[in-house]
């Protein structure tokens, strides 16, 4: 199954209103990266089949690297619905503290941490905010 059809199938699995808003998020975070980017999809099972966390859509790439030397691909941007809400991730930033001191005044009613913007509802949040926020990373880590 192609990527495209999984993240179809993950976004028609959630209920009715958090699958609302992750359809217009992922819409919209797909006009933010360019079109030749990576589109991810990962289901939150471990390499036994356990669920371990839950599942993310992934936009762009990037190469993370560890303390040890080695590396592994990733996603830059992802998103992924949760029992509270959602959650959007801008990976690959070094300075942690930087979504929440850029972003914590505008973004709305969310939760940031050094990568990751949770909130509710996307009613709660300004889209066009965190669409820039998205692109700051993108920026940072291309």
Known sequence: MTVTNQIKEYLASLPE??????????????????KDSSLWFLD???ATGKI????????GHLTI??????TKDFYQAGISANSTGISVYI???EDKKYLAETYKNTLGKAT???YCIKFKKLQDINLEVLKTAIQDGIKQTS
């Open 17 to 34: 209103t958090k699958r609302d808003d992750m359809v217009i998020l992922h819409e919209n975070i797909l006009h933010v990266f360019p």
């Open 44 to 46: 939150g099972k471990d």
């Open 52 to 59: 371990v966390t839950n599942p993310n859509i992934g936009y």
């Open 65 to 70: 690297h560890y303390a040890n030397g080695t």
């Open 91 to 93: 990976m690959g930033l």
């Open 112 to 114: 940031i941490t050094g």
